[in-house]
């Protein structure tokens, strides 16, 4: 498992990006080391600090093998970052990482904490009918971390999975969660280090 590409991107003005019309969803490939601070990557910027500015959404990982998926169902090319994320991955099934798994990256310690739920700048930035229900059932949404040690990363290094709690969800499962599953919703407060937006989530899903 390793890291095929660090992206990031720097925020502009865009029609399509809802209601703040700013986006930096389009990232680029960095070249070198990338240091990892507390709220994510040197040179990657949010324009919506409200939505994507918690330290529990620091850093943000798709497959490149999902990435392929998608081109196939999509007919066009998919470069690496093409989904906004921070980091490009090779060999690693983003969406089996269970939330508090911890991956050693370079010299960086990170923790997973949830799955990237699709919104109306994504669909914008993507321009396909129907995106965000497209991309909710194919359940491939790709991973949040919250960074547990700073340091700095790039591209090659690999993936080493230092923790992996026991009975755990994955992902996936918080996907499903958040869309709903109550019982996957349950799983996920039974873990003792989930994210405060966590709760108040489940407050919305438990009580629909």
Known sequence: MRILSVNVGHAVAAEWAGKLRRTAIDKRAAEGRVAVHENGLAG??????VHHGHRD???????????????????RELGDGAFGENLTTSGADVTEALIGERWRIGT???EVTAPRI?????????GESGWVRRFTQAARPGAYFRVVEQG?????????????????????EAFAAYHGDRDLMRKILA??????????IAERVLKS
Not at 44 to 49: G, S, V
Not at 194 to 199: A, L, Q, T, V
């Open 191 to 200: 873990y003792p280090g989930h994210g405060e937006k966590w709760d108040a």
């Open 118 to 126: 699709p919104c109306v700048t994504f669909r914008g930035w993507m």
């Open 44 to 49: 990657d910027e949010r324009a919506d600090l």
């Open 152 to 172: 700095e990363l790039g591209a090659g290094d690999e993936i080493e999975v230092l923790v992996r709690p026991r009975n755990g969800a994955t992902i996936r």
């Open 57 to 75: 959404q620091a850093v943000y990982a798709y497959a490149r093998e999902d990435h392929d998926w998608w081109q196939a169902r999509l007919g």
């Open 108 to 110: 960086a310690l990170l």
